[in-house]
T-cell receptor, first 111, second 115 residues
Framework: SQTIHQWPATLVQPVGSPLSLECTVE??????LYWYRQAAGRGLQLLFY??????ISSEVPQNLSASRPQDRQFILSSKKLLLSDSGFYLC??????????FGPGTRLTVL | GNSVTQMEGPVTLSEEAFLTINCTYT??????LFWYVQYPGEGLQLLLK?????DKGSNKGFEATYRKETTSFHLEKGSVQVSDSAVYFC??????????????FGKGTKLSVIP
């Protein structure tokens, strides 16, 4: 069966510091991968998705970036965090255009 | 564009009460419809889905029917338990012809079930 991992689970970072969040999927090959952000009191916002190694599509312009160095690894990064980057970051995978399966999430607090 | 409207919460029910969470959508084509559940501090879990009109998705006592004529996908459960307390999200799949991969989510409905 497929499993999806995210780490770290929680993170507290100062404004202006860099960020790296990692997501890995096991038990499947060539998945579509997604990064979402869930801000307090708001819905889910799709940030990036990837249909293959090195292929990244950005849905929202911002100071975040994503990379996919391996088939089942998806990384979310920032060079300088802003207060507004605080939120719950969710990684997801799918094998088609519809059903997506989510990871446990990373709670990021920027102070 | 695609959009999803969910009833606003929070919803508070007593154990064994009947649950309905309304969801309506606007979409191009005939997308799949989903309900996801998020327990406190966790990621989203797929609760059920329906892929075409009149399909009924069901899981763990929850049901939802894809109603094309009313563009709705209401979530129901006959008898809720304390363990059902969570946030529920209705979501709309992408229209394949548009080349999109984005699920469109509602804002979520928080359910609290009290003993």
């Amino acid at each position: 069966s497929q499993t999806i991992h995210q780490w770290p689970a929680t993170l507290v970072q100062p404004v202006g510091s860099p960020l790296s969040l990692e997501c890995t999927v096991e038990g499947t090959s060539n998945p579509n991968l997604y990064w979402y952000r869930q801000a307090a009191g708001r819905g889910l916002q799709l940030l990036f998705y990837s249909v293959g190694i090195g292929q990244i599509s950005s849905e929202v312009p911002q100071n975040l970036s994503a990379s996919r160095p391996q088939d089942r690894q998806f990384i979310l990064s920032s060079k300088k965090l802003l207060l507004s980057d605080s939120g719950f970051y969710l990684c997801a995978w799918s094998l088609s255009r519809d059903t997506q399966y989510f990871g446990p999430g990373t709670r990021l607090t920027v102070l | 564009g695609n959009s999803v409207t969910q009833m606003e919460g929070p919803v508070t029910l007593s154990e064994e009460a009947f649950l309905t969470i309304n969801c309506t959508y606007t979409a191009t084509g005939y997308p799949s419809l989903f309900w996801y559940v998020q327990y406190p501090g966790e990621g989203l879990q797929l609760l059920l889905k329906a892929t075409k009109a009149d399909d009924k998705g069901s899981n763990k006592g929850f049901e939802a029917t894809y109603r094309k004529e009313t563009t709705s996908f209401h979530l129901e459960k006959g008898s809720v338990q304390v363990s059902d307390s969570a946030v529920y999200f209705c979501a709309l799949g992408p229209y394949s012809g548009a080349g999109s991969y984005q699920l469109t989510f509602g804002k979520g409905t928080k359910l609290s079930v009290i003993p």
